[in-house]
C-alpha cells in the first residue's frame, strides 16, 4: 500500500464521520425550522389549549422557581464578588452597580433562567416525546385525526413563551439582590449607592434586549426539545440518546443566539 492510499484509508473514516454528523444537524435544522412555522400557525389560528397551556406552564414555570432562583443567587455572588474586589482596587466602586446590574439585565437573567429550564424542562419535554413516539402513542393521535404538533408543541411552546421572561426577570432580580448583599460586604457599598448607579446605567433598551433573549430562548428550548422527540424512532436507548442530544443543541444555540443578539443589539452609551 502506498503512503497516498494509506493517507487516504485513514482520512476517509474521518470525513465520513463529520459528513453524517453535519447531515445529522441540517436535518435538525430543518425539522426544527417546519416545527416552529407549524407551531406559529396554529397559535395564529386560535387553535390554543388553554387548560394544557396552564398545565404547561405550572411545569415549565413554577417547578422552576426554586432551582432557578438558587441558581441566579449564587451567580449574582460570584459575579457581584469579582467586580466588586476589582473595582475597588481602581477606586470606581461607585460604579459596581451600574456594571453588576447591566450584566444581570443583558446577560446573567436570560442565560440563567434559559439554561436552568433547559435542563430541567428541556430534556423532559424530549424524553417525554420520544417514550410517546416510541410506544406509538403519537400513531395513536394520528389515527384519531388528532395533530400531534397542536395537542403537544402548542401548549408548551405558549406556556414556554409565557414563563421564560417571567423566570428571566426573576433570576435578574436575584442576582441584583445578591449585588447588593455582596457589594456591601465586599465593597462597604451602600445600597443607596448601588441603586443610584442602577438607575443611571440600565436604559430602557436593555430590558428590550432581556425580553428578546428571553423569547429566543424559550424558542429554542421548546421547539429543539420537542422537535428531537417527534422525530427518534427505536427503542428505550434512544430516549436517552434523544434527551441527551436536546441538551447539547439547545445550550449550544442559546449561547450562539446570545452572542447574535448582543452583538447586534449593542450600541455605545
Same mark, same amino acid.
Given at each position: 500500500?502506498?503512503?497516498?492510499?494509506?493517507?487516504?484509508?485513514?482520512?476517509?473514516? /474521518?470525513?465520513?464521520?463529520?459528513?453524517?454528523?453535519? /447531515?445529522?444537524g441540517l436535518e435538525?435544522?430543518?425539522?426544527?425550522?417546519?416545527?416552529?412555522?407549524?407551531?406559529?400557525?396554529?397559535?395564529?389560528? /386560535?387553535?390554543? *389549549?388553554?387548560?394544557?397551556?396552564?398545565r404547561q406552564a405550572y411545569m415549565i414555570g413554577v417547578k422552576s422557581f426554586v432551582v432557578v432562583g438558587i441558581t441566579a443567587l449564587f451567580v449574582g455572588f460570584a459575579m457581584s464578588l469579582q467586580i466588586s474586589r476589582e473595582l475597588v482596587n481602581f477606586g470606581a466602586d461607585t460604579a459596581i452597580g451600574g456594571v453588576v446590574s447591566?450584566?444581570?439585565?443583558?446577560?446573567?437573567?436570560?442565560?440563567?433562567?434559559?439554561?436552568?429550564?433547559?435542563?430541567?424542562?428541556?430534556?423532559s419535554i424530549a424524553a417525554e416525546i420520544t417514550t410517546m413516539m416510541i410506544t406509538e402513542q403519537? *400513531?395513536?393521535?394520528?389515527?384519531?385525526?388528532?395533530?400531534?404538533?397542536?395537542?403537544?408543541?402548542?401548549?408548551?411552546?405558549?406556556?414556554?413563551?409565557?414563563?421564560?421572561?417571567?423566570?428571566?426577570?426573576y433570576a435578574m432580580f436575584i442576582g441584583l439582590i445578591a449585588g447588593i448583599y455582596i457589594a456591601n460586604i465586599a465593597a462597604n457599598l451602600p445600597a443607596e449607592t448601588f441603586l443610584d448607579s442602577v438607575k443611571q446605567t440600565i436604559l430602557d433598551r436593555d430590558f428590550t434586549v432581556h425580553f428578546l433573549k428571553s423569547i429566543i430562548n424559550a424558542t429554542i428550548i421548546i421547539i429543539f426539545?420537542?422537535?428531537?422527540?417527534?422525530?427518534?424512532?427505536?427503542?428505550?436507548?434512544?430516549?436517552g440518546i434523544a434527551t441527551t442530544r436536546t441538551i447539547v443543541w439547545v445550550m449550544t444555540c442559546i449561547f450562539i443566539f446570545n452572542y447574535f443578539v448582543t452583538s447586534l443589539t449593542y450600541a455605545p452609551r
Open positions: 500500500m502506498t503512503s497516498a492510499s494509506r493517507e487516504k484509508s485513514s482520512t476517509l473514516p /474521518g470525513l465520513g464521520f463529520i459528513e453524517n454528523q453535519v /447531515g445529522i435538525l435544522i430543518g425539522q426544527v425550522v417546519v416545527l416552529l412555522f407549524q407551531t406559529i400557525s396554529y397559535m395564529v389560528r /386560535g387553535r390554543i *389549549d388553554i387548560a394544557e397551556t396552564f447591566l450584566a444581570l439585565v443583558r446577560e446573567i437573567g436570560p442565560i440563567t433562567a434559559g439554561i436552568t429550564v433547559a435542563g430541567r424542562v428541556g430534556s403519537i *400513531d395513536a393521535l394520528k389515527v384519531m385525526r388528532i395533530d400531534p404538533v397542536e395537542f403537544l408543541v402548542v401548549p408548551r411552546y405558549t406556556a414556554g413563551l409565557i414563563m421564560l421572561p417571567v423566570l428571566s426577570i426539545s420537542c422537535a428531537i422527540g417527534l422525530h427518534t424512532r427505536g427503542g428505550a436507548e434512544d430516549v
